[in-house]
């Protein structure tokens, strides 16, 4: 069956077209600091599951239009915003981000020719019945004139060699901390309700979400930073806290094996009636910022596996807490290049290239998804479930350090 034939029938049914933001049920944002380069960058994976009896096909050019309601239950403004994708400055990136740079911009030459010669086929994929296909979606969290801003990207562009092309969000301005409820509106571009419009701008909320499938709403909220020192947020009773005692540090050398240990971690104090046991295999995500306010490349490795075990899910009594420090190095590699490799718990590793003398923001996010595990015990030599672990996502402020030359 070919892509023509799947669009001359209306396959897209909508109540069989299930559209799910895959978050749990606690979702806290800490706001970050009202100052230049304090960004929040935010990750979302919608889920399409196809529950008809035929493959429908997705594509990049499909829009995800957000929508955002507040706890008084109106629903948010939402301010359409265009960014062009620029060529890269040369003179100011390394040669193997100068040789990434080259090999993308002749992916998307080759993405763009095929474009021309078979329309249809580039840039979708069919999703069988029964299957499902995710959809990364970023987005930031930041101050701009005194307003608080949560911008919210419209396509998934993880995959699309399309390099040069137009980037579109959505921003909702004037946010205040509490709590919101968000959901997106799903436009495939080949179903029989699509209408180009709809994927630039939504004028008819109600129309649109009676023909297009919906996913039901989250619930998030934006939390002020606790006082004094305003790097922890309290969700629920459970008090979440950025550690770095350190905030000057010194490039190591140019020279092999020799590497800066690196205290960053997290501090999670209980403060509920009830002992509460959290997660640390690979639910610590760190997040790096740059002084210009960009995400700096971050990349996970996986160099081997480990067993869960029961230590890596400690039970936390009331009015106790427990600290993690992720062990984290600072090294030089070749072609000039400073890197901050973290352990995420899971025998991988996240990395932050490029790194150089400059001021930085390390945040973390505590990610966990599953009430329960199951781990290797070691005095039976088999395994277990554990339950009751802590679910929700919570970030923690944004800690600011310097890297100075060695």
């Not at 948010?76 to 062009?84: C, D, F, S």
Request: net charge neutral; proline share 6%; glycine share 4%.
């Amino acid at each position: 069956m070919t892509f023509r034939e799947l669009n001359d029938r209306n396959y897209f049914e909508v109540n069989a077209i299930h559209v799910e933001i895959l978050l749990p049920d606690i979702v806290a944002l800490a706001i970050p600091e009202n100052k230049p380069g304090a960004i929040y960058h935010i990750k979302l994976v919608v889920q399409i599951t196809n529950n008809t009896l035929e493959p429908f096909t997705m594509s990049f050019d499909d829009t995800f239009i957000p929508e955002i309601v507040n706890s008084d239950g109106q629903t948010l403004q939402r301010i359409l915003v265009i960014y062009e994708q620029e060529p890269t400055n040369q003179s100011n990136i390394s040669q193997q981000q100068n040789w990434r740079l080259k090999l993308r911009c002749l992916f998307s030459r080759l993405v763009n020719f095929n474009r021309r010669k078979y329309p249809i086929n580039v840039n979708s994929w069919l999703v069988q019945p029964g299957s499902k296909s995710a959809s990364h979606l970023n987005g930031r969290l930041f101050w701009q004139s005194d307003l608080l801003i949560l911008e919210l990207s419209t396509k998934d562009f993880s995959l699309d060699f399309e390099y040069f092309r137009p980037r579109t969000y959505y921003y909702f301005n004037n946010l205040q901390p509490g709590n919101y409820q968000l959901r997106f509106i799903y436009l495939n571009k080949f179903s029989s309700s699509y209408n180009e419009s709809d994927a630039i701008d939504v004028t008819n909320l109600p129309q649109i979400v009676s023909s297009h499938p919906t996913a039901a709403f989250v619930n998030f909220r934006l939390i002020r930073p606790v006082e004094p020192n305003s790097s922890a947020v309290e969700v629920a009773g459970i008090h979440f806290e950025t550690l770095m005692p350190e905030r000057v540090l010194r490039l190591p050398e140019k020279k092999r094996d020799i590497k800066t240990r690196m205290q960053l971690g997290i501090r999670i104090t209980n403060n509920t009636p009830m002992s509460v046991r959290f997660s640390f295999f690979a639910t610590i995500i760190p997040q790096l910022v740059g002084a210009d306010g960009q995400l700096h490349f971050q990349g996970y490795y996986q160099c081997g596996t480990k067993r869960r075990l029961e230590s890596d899910f400690p039970l936390v009594l009331p009015g106790e807490n427990i600290t993690f420090f992720p062990y984290s190095l600072l090294y030089w590699q070749k072609r000039d290049q400073f890197i901050l490799r973290i352990e995420a718990g899971d025998g991988g590793y996240c990395i932050f290239k490029a790194l150089q003398a400059n001021v930085y923001q390390i945040q973390f996010t505590y990610n966990n998804k599953d009430a329960m595990a199951e781990i290797y015990d070691r005095e039976t030599r088999n395994t277990k479930l554990i339950e009751g672990i802590w679910m929700g996502i919570v970030s923690t402020p944004q800690g600011e350090f310097r890297l100075v030359e060695p």
